[in-house]
């Protein structure tokens, strides 16, 4: 971010595009991806609403079709439900005098379930996410591997043995909707986790985890055609099974280091003069 948010408490800004520096992490990201071996590339993408958010998951689906002529990728899918955490009437308050001694003895009390005034809990960020997961994500997915299954003749004998056989979905977010999924995935004690603070997230770090194959939802458990899957009660609980879920990997930043801090230097301090009199501008 370019905001000074060690003093300041951030909020979801959704208007608010990529900075120079986060179109470029953006771009690098989508090299990354691109890269990959064709089982390993995303077919699908997700992106929260929000602007920046958008353009993470364009640039993404720019460089995965000017690498392989061939791909086809379906539209970005926008989710609402994947949205920064609202902080409420505390967004771009100060950081010191807003939590105090005894908010942060509240805080530390019940760290899922505080919410900033007029705010969201960690919680409830969670159960949003979870819910595009399970109510959009995976639906989705089953439709691919259905198409797939279909234009490949397979007869599914295979289904389920190898992790590495689900489509892989992209799903770009932000920090602390990330962080509550990640808690869920862990079935982390909340008393043990504290808060979505205690995991460290680059601009644009993969954090990446799969379903096991062998508890994959077929097409069939959605119903209708591939444009009209609506999950099941079966497919929805498959999800929502912690068991069923691996971590692969968190903040997985590699595709930044070749990026250099001093490049973007004068663009941030012309910002800073600027954040008075227009809307913050956030990296990805």
Same mark, same amino acid.
């Given at each position: 971010?370019?905001?000074?948010?060690? +003093?300041?408490?951030?909020?979801?800004?959704?208007?608010?595009?990529?900075?120079?520096?986060?179109?470029?992490?953006?771009?690098?990201?989508?090299?990354? =991806?691109?890269?990959?071996?064709?089982?390993?590339?995303?077919?699908?993408?997700?992106?929260?609403?929000?602007?920046?958010?958008?353009?993470?998951?364009?640039?993404?689906?720019?460089?995965?079709?000017?690498?392989?002529?061939?791909?086809?990728?379906?539209?970005?899918?926008?989710?609402?439900?994947?949205?920064?955490?609202?902080?409420?009437?505390?967004?771009?308050?100060?950081?010191?005098?807003? %939590?105090?001694?005894?908010?942060?003895?509240?805080?530390?009390?019940?760290?899922?379930?505080? *919410?900033?005034?007029?705010?969201?809990?960690?919680?409830?960020?969670?159960?949003?996410?979870?819910?595009?997961?399970?109510?959009?994500?995976?639906?989705?997915?089953?439709?691919?591997?259905?198409?797939?299954?279909?234009?490949?003749?397979?007869?599914?004998? !295979?289904?389920?043995?190898?992790?590495? +056989? =689900?489509?892989?979905?992209?799903?770009?977010?932000?920090?602390?909707?990330?962080?509550?999924? =990640?808690?869920?995935?862990? *079935?982390? !004690?909340?008393?043990?986790?504290?808060?979505?603070?205690?995991?460290?997230?680059?601009?644009?770090?993969?954090?990446?985890?799969?379903?096991?194959?062998?508890?994959?939802?077929?097409?069939? !458990? %959605?119903?209708?055609?591939?444009?009209?899957?609506?999950?099941?009660?079966?497919?929805?609980?498959?999800?929502?099974?912690?068991?069923?879920?691996?971590?692969?990997?968190?903040?997985?930043?590699?595709?930044?280091?070749?990026?250099?801090?001093?490049?973007?230097?004068?663009?941030?301090?012309?910002?800073?003069?600027?954040?008075? *009199?227009?809307?913050?501008?956030? !990296?990805?």
């Amino acid at each position: 971010m370019n905001l000074h948010l060690a +003093t300041t408490i951030g909020g979801r800004a959704n208007d608010s595009p990529l900075t120079r520096r986060g179109r470029a992490q953006a771009a690098a990201l989508g090299a990354r =991806l691109a890269s990959l071996p064709e089982n390993l590339r995303p077919s699908l993408l997700f992106a929260s609403t929000a602007v920046r958010a958008r353009e993470t998951a364009e640039a993404i689906s720019r460089a995965l079709r000017e690498s392989h002529a061939t791909v086809s990728l379906p539209p970005v899918r926008l989710e609402e439900d994947l949205l920064e955490i609202d902080m409420g009437s505390w967004a771009g308050a100060d950081r010191r005098a807003t %939590y105090t001694p005894e908010v942060l003895a509240r805080i530390r009390a019940r760290p899922l379930d505080f *919410a900033a005034p007029g705010g969201e809990s960690q919680k409830q960020v969670e159960e949003r996410v979870a819910r595009c997961v399970e109510e959009a994500v995976l639906p989705s997915a089953a439709a691919a591997a259905a198409e797939q299954k279909k234009s490949s003749g397979s007869n599914g004998s !295979d289904s389920g043995s190898n992790i590495k +056989t =689900l489509p892989v979905v992209a799903v770009v977010a932000h920090g602390v909707s990330i962080k509550t999924m =990640l808690r869920r995935v862990l *079935a982390s !004690d909340p008393a043990r986790f504290a808060a979505a603070r205690n995991i460290a997230l680059a601009n644009t770090g993969i954090c990446e985890i799969a379903l096991d194959t062998r508890h994959f939802p077929s097409h069939d !458990d %959605y119903g209708g055609d591939p444009g009209e899957v609506t999950p099941s009660g079966s497919a929805a609980a498959c999800a929502a099974d912690r068991e069923k879920w691996h971590l692969i990997r968190i903040n997985d930043a590699a595709h930044l280091e070749g990026l250099a801090a001093e490049t973007f230097e004068e663009e941030e301090e012309e910002e800073e003069e600027e954040q008075a *009199a227009s809307s913050p501008r956030l !990296d990805a």
